[in-house]
Each structure stands twice: as C-alpha cells, then as structure tokens.
C-alpha cells in the first residue's frame, strides 16, 4: 500500500483545513486508517484513527471536538478535516494503514511521506 497525503499549509488560528491522503491498491476497504502527527522536539502522536468499517473512530483528546476522520471507500482515500487550528496544532501529518481493527497504536504497517500543517498566532 502506497498512501500519498495533501492538504496541509499555513492557516492562522481558528482556521480550518482538510487533509487528503489516497490509498493505492484495491483492497482499501480492509484497512484500519490513522493520522499521526509529530512536532518538532516531540514524540509522534496518533491523532485520528478509523476502522476498516468505517463506523468507529479514535481522537485524541488534544483534538476531540475539532478534528474528524472519515473516508471514502470507493476512492481509497480517508480526510482528516480539521477546525478550530491552534499554533499547538503544528506539525508534520502522516497518514498511517494496517490491517486489523485495533487502531490504537504505534503498529501501523504503511506510512505516508507527510504534510506540514503550521498555525500561526
């Protein structure tokens, strides 16, 4: 699986942004989704996550309430549309698969080349 993620920019605090990331190969469907996220200085975070199904997802609580994680099947692509930016929100994004359901984790088997997301005060 080769994932391709896009979306990110600058946008001043309390903006929004949506991030796209495509899936290649045609069994997207199976895999568990996620989005990590890592600042300079600091550990990678898992900061949305969904499963194969589709019906059940992960935040963390740095971004419940602001952030939603969804995808589109029929384009192997999953979103993470994100509002209400904070400067603490800046980062690189990665788009992150595996199979399975268990979504909370570090033990995603394909990771994205990353997009950078800067919220400036």
């Known amino acids: 699986v080769q994932l391709q993620a896009c979306g990110g920019g600058l946008v001043q605090t309390g903006g929004s942004l949506r991030l796209s990331c495509e899936a290649s190969?045609?069994?997207?469907?199976?895999?568990?989704m996620g989005w990590f996220r890592q600042a300079p200085g600091k550990e990678r975070e898992l900061v949305a996550a969904?499963?194969?199904?589709?019906?059940?997802?992960y935040y963390a609580d740095s971004v419940k309430g602001r952030f939603t994680v969804s995808r589109d099947n029929a384009k192997n692509t999953v979103y993470l549309q994100m509002n209400s930016l904070k400067p603490e929100d800046t980062a690189v994004y990665y788009c992150?698969?595996?199979?399975?359901?268990?979504?909370?984790?570090?033990?995603?088997?394909?990771w994205g080349q990353g997009t950078q997301v800067t919220v400036s005060s």
């Open positions: 992150v698969a595996k199979q399975g359901t268990v979504v909370v984790t570090r033990r995603y088997d394909y």
């Open positions: 969904i499963r194969s199904s589709g019906g059940s997802t």
């Open positions: 190969g045609r069994t997207f469907s199976s895999y568990s």
